[in-house]
């Protein structure tokens, strides 16, 4: 049951296409016949799936492929982790009618959109996100970039890809950690846009059960409609596409924080979500029912729910106030006003914030 999504922005328009088997399958002929291309492979893809990407690659007549792996972690999206893959275009002889592929979760995806907006300022790029947390959120919107000086994607460029694939085959090697990450995403989604998706997803969750493949596959798509529609209209995050930073800006912060070192991305969204969505109850805004809800989803699906004991607030503020959604030096917070609507909140008081992460 293919599912497709047609994204148009500004910049580019281009189709996400979801289901199972497709790099084993799909013909990329249309976009690569007779180019040089590069795949730069996420290292916690399993080299099966690279083999049969390649095999589709040269079966679309290219004229050569290559591959690079990278280091997947956030220490290593930097300068000096993407240097590596300039250094291979740049030897190889790339040119202005290549393209490069990025096959693997989300740091991955950023990195390789980020060097091909930039290489000869800008050349061909194909995403496969191999991730769940990359399939609904990171290889959708093209946004890409790197991090800088203890800041979390503050050096990169919007760029749109030409495709998208979505093989949920890719998700069976997934750790269940990982794949809970991608769940974050989605429960997102859900929260900001589509209150029958949240339903769907406590029906599910709550009850100790698991998403079918075909489920799986429905529950991408709506997902990612709701990110398309938004980037679609506001491709650089100058109005309603700020909603999708929902529990982000407590997230990054998180993320950023030294005394919870190891805190996955996945895992720091979701907490993020709890502390936004309990600022949107201290906002009154959404009900303390609608609020345990919420609770309950997240927790259901195996994301934290509580501030660790060993968690610095001082670090933690610190991490916030190097966030890149301060705008004329206000931070912004995206709140609920109740489940399946979203706003923009600036302004609040230091206490409120601080009241907020009281969990």
């Known amino acids: ?15 996400v296409l979801i289901d199972e088997g497709l790099i084993k399958t799909y013909d990329f002929k249309w976009l690569v016949q007779g180019k040089q291309i590069l795949i ?20 679309s007549e290219v004229s050569e492929v290559f591959h690079i792996e990278i280091k997947t972690n956030e220490r290593n999206k930097s300068f000096e982790g993407i240097m ?13 009618d290549s393209l490069i592929i990025g096959l693997g979760g989300g740091i991955t995806t950023d990195m390789a959109g980020f060097v091909a907006s930039s290489y000869l300022r ?5 995403q496969i996100p191999t991730t769940l947390l990359a399939q609904v959120d990171a290889a ?26 979505m093989d949920t085959s890719s998700l069976e090697s997934l750790p269940e950690k990982d794949f809970t990450a991608g769940l974050a995403e989605i429960i997102k989604h859900s929260l900001i846009a589509d209150n029958n998706l949240f339903q769907r997803l406590e029906n599910t969750f709550l009850n100790g059960n698991s998403l079918s493949e075909e489920e799986l596959i429905q529950v991408i798509y709506e997902s990612s409609l709701i990110k398309a529609f938004i980037v679609s209209n506001d ?7 700020a909603l999708l930073n929902f529990g982000h800006t407590y997230g990054h912060a998180f993320e950023g924080s030294q005394s919870l070192n190891g805190f996955s991305h996945g895992e720091a969204v979701g907490l993020g979500m709890i502390c936004a969505s309990n600022l949107s109850l201290l906002l009154g805004n959404i009900s303390q029912e609608e ?5 309950a989803l997240i927790k259901s699906v195996g994301l934290p729910f509580e501030i660790p004991k060993d968690f610095n607030v001082d670090e933690f ?5 190097r966030d890149k959604k301060i705008l004329s030096k206000k931070l912004r917070f995206i709140t609920l006003k109740g489940i399946g609507r979203a706003e923009i909140t600036e302004n609040l008081e230091e206490d409120l914030i601080l009241k907020s992460i009281s969990l």
């Open 40 to 59: 730069v492979k996420d290292s916690n893809v399993p080299i099966e799936i690279l083999k049969d990407l390649e095999k589709s690659l040269n079966k």
């Open 1 to 15: 049951m293919s599912k497709s999504i047609n994204i148009r922005t500004q910049s580019h328009s281009y189709e």
């Open 291 to 295: 609020y345990e809800r919420i609770i």
């Open 84 to 96: 590596p893959i300039y250094a291979l275009l740049n030897e190889k002889k790339f040119n202005r």
């Open 235 to 241: 491709e650089k995050e100058k109005g309603d596409r």
């Open 317 to 321: 503020m610190q991490a916030m106030s």
């Open 122 to 126: 800008g050349i061909d790029l194909i």
């Open 140 to 165: 959708i919107g093209g946004k890409t970039g790197i991090n800088f000086s203890g800041s979390k994607n503050n050096i990169g460029a919007f760029y749109q890809p030409e495709l998208v694939l």
